[in-house]
């Protein structure tokens, strides 16, 4: 058994079972290239302040990367009764370079080094998922471009309520997605800051310079106050609110796209490649990417939750809580870049049945609120109007008839304002392309936001 790094002030042997308690190497060697980028630049910048040798920098240097080395081709042996990557990297350093591996923890404290590992990998990370959806932002404006002239229902309830552009919708979920987008920068950049030179808690004795190890691992800055650097992970809690509302709005799509899918709505077609047969029933086509992307949103919130209930009432500074705090982002980040990733392609194969979104779009009297605009400009008040239009449609119900073809006279029964400019007024061409408002579906506002949204994925990184 490998002798406790901290064991000089124990005289008994740590009970087996607590070793498998407190170990978290079986999941936190994921994070051992910047555990080993964190450790070069804090040799260099020992070496910098006088505090080690240059021999004794350049040993741990060439250690640390055959470390990697070793870890990449499987031949590194991670220990559990050496608790965390930290302890086993330095354990295996030691034994390879000798007495200058003992020297790299000084003005250094696992509560700090831990800090600045997760903060590297988060960046990483975000930069990996924002990458993933500005594909999907992509995808989502050459598939409102393409299909610029199908027109669907819009709804409210569920119900049918006014025809919309399918573009249109489309570009609501590019809005939506394009603020995640933003909200994983705006956690990024104040993630940005090295939390490493805190110490375990009250800072160092050493004349350290944390600047010098900000730069060399591409920190913007260096955090104030050492007891919030290794306390807090209220960047992670950022980070998976953010991806808790990726995952939410993913969600809202994919139901759609399920229900959109289905024979009784019939819209849309999900390709064969996104979607899975039956054990039992050989006509089945399911689309399960869309119903597990839904499912796993509750798991992101879960990993959400678990860490605000974790850091939940701590005092200050660390405590062995947080080494919960792992897990759950490893799971988040995982599930967010494969749940985006496979949206994307699954969006990109879709096909549209544009004539059955067409007819659903006039259906149930979807029009109306263009017959009650019309009446407004004949200059009835717009409350009159709509108990106007609402009556007519009671009757188009009761009597078989839709808006198209219900007979003028009939119409004039209920206002004598309405004239045959009715049918062009509350035709389904009319009712889309009278929504010149800003934001509105018309073909050439629609496309004015495409363009508009295009130019903006151009410098989205700036
Ligand atoms: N494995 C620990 C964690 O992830 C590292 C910090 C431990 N520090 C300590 N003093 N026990 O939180």
Redesign the pocket.
């Known amino acids: 058994m490998s002798k406790k790094m901290w064991g000089g002030r124990f005289t008994q042997k740590t009970d087996e079972k607590v070793d498998d308690f407190n170990a ?1 190497i079986d999941f ?1 060697k994921r994070l051992y290239r910047q555990d080993i980028a964190g450790s070069k630049a804090h040799a260099i910048m020992l070496h910098a302040k006088g505090i080690l040798t240059e021999d004794e920098k350049n040993a741990i240097i060439s250690g640390l990367d055959k470390i990697i080395v070793d870890i990449e081709s499987g031949k590194f042996e991670f220990k559990n009764e050496l ?4 302890m086993n990297i330095e354990s295996v350093l030691t034994d390879s370079i000798g007495a200058a591996g003992k020297k790299l923890h000084t003005a250094r ?3 700090d ?2 800090a600045v590992d997760i903060r590297l990998f988060m960046l990483d990370e975000i930069s990996d998922i924002a990458k993933l959806l500005e594909e999907l932002l992509h995808t989502l404006l050459v598939t409102a471009e393409d299909n610029i002239e199908v027109v669907m229902p819009g709804y409210t309830h569920l119900q049918r309520a006014q025809p919309i552009r399918f573009s249109h919708h489309i570009l609501a979920y590019f809005e939506m997605f394009k603020r995640d987008h933003a909200r994983l920068s705006d956690c990024a950049s104040r993630m940005n800051a090295l939390p490493l030179g805190s110490g ?1 808690l009250a800072g160092t004795t050493f004349d350290i310079d944390r600047e010098l190890v900000a730069k060399a691992l591409g920190f913007a800055s260096v955090t104030n106050n050492s007891l919030d650097s290794v306390s807090d992970r209220d960047f992670a809690i950022e980070f998976l609110s953010a991806a808790s509302i990726i995952m939410m709005h993913l969600s809202r799509f994919c139901e759609e796209i399920i229900i959109w899918n289905s024979a009784e709505f019939s819209f849309i077609e999900i390709s064969d490649s996104y979607t899975t047969g039956s054990s039992i029933m050989p006509q089945k086509k399911n689309p399960d990417v869309a119903e597990l992307i839904r499912g796993k949103t509750g798991r992101v919130y879960g990993s959400l939750v678990s860490l605000l209930t974790t850091m939940k009432s701590l005092p200050l500074a ?1 405590n ?1 809580d ?2 919960e ?2 897990e759950p982002i490893f799971d988040a980040v995982d599930t967010v870049k494969d749940c985006v990733e496979l949206f994307t392609g699954m969006i990109k194969e879709i096909k549209l049945n544009a004539p059955r979104m067409e007819e659903a779009a006039f259906g149930s009297f979807t029009t109306a609120t263009d017959l009650a605009d019309y009446l407004v400009t004949k200059d009835v008040p717009f409350r009159e109007a709509h108990e106007i239009t609402g009556k007519v449609v009671r009757f188009c119900i009761d009597n078989g008839y839709d808006l198209r073809s219900l007979p003028l006279e009939d119409y004039q029964k209920f206002s004598d304002k309405i004239d045959s400019e009715v049918y062009i007024k509350t035709s389904l061409t009319n009712s889309v392309e009278g929504k010149r408002s800003y934001g509105g579906t018309c073909k050439s506002e629609v496309e004015r936001q495409i363009g508009i949204a295009f130019e903006s994925l151009k410098n989205i990184n700036a």
Do not use: G, L, P
């Open positions: 978290s936190d608790e965390d990557i930290h404290s696992r509560n080094q831990v375990a660390y062995k947080m080494q705090d792992k």
